[in-house]
């Protein structure tokens, strides 16, 4: 069992930054790829970016050039850091450990004047 807590979400203008983290009640980077994912009201949820154990990315066309995916290894935890936002990047976002049935309770994310 692993326990996925996000955090870092809010309320932030067109154009600002925001930065989330997931923490994991163990090491689980060394053995899974982790992708960060969101929901946005009436929508499926959808993968935004991925992780692999040897660090290699990939982002969603959507967010290219604006989002970045990070592992810490040290504190157990997976980031995604968030620049030039668009509404359109409002939403519910999610860790998790691809191939598992693990998720966190997620964290909101809403982009508005």
């Known amino acids: 069992q692993v326990q996925l807590v996000e955090s870092g979400g809010g309320l932030v203008q067109p154009g600002g930054s925001l930065r989330l983290s997931c923490a994991a009640s163990r090491n689980i980077f060394s053995i899974y790829v982790m992708g960060w994912y969101r929901q946005a009201p009436g929508k499926e949820r959808e993968p935004v970016a991925t992780?692999?154990?040897?660090?290699?990315?990939n982002y969603a066309d959507s967010v290219k050039g604006r989002f970045t995916i990070s592992r810490d290894g040290a504190k157990n935890a997976v980031n995604l850091q968030m620049n030039n936002l668009k509404p359109e990047d409002t939403g519910a976002y999610y860790c998790h450990p691809v191939g598992t049935l693990f998720w966190g309770q997620g964290t909101q994310v809403t982009v508005s004047e």
């Open positions: 992780i692999t154990t040897g660090g290699i990315t």
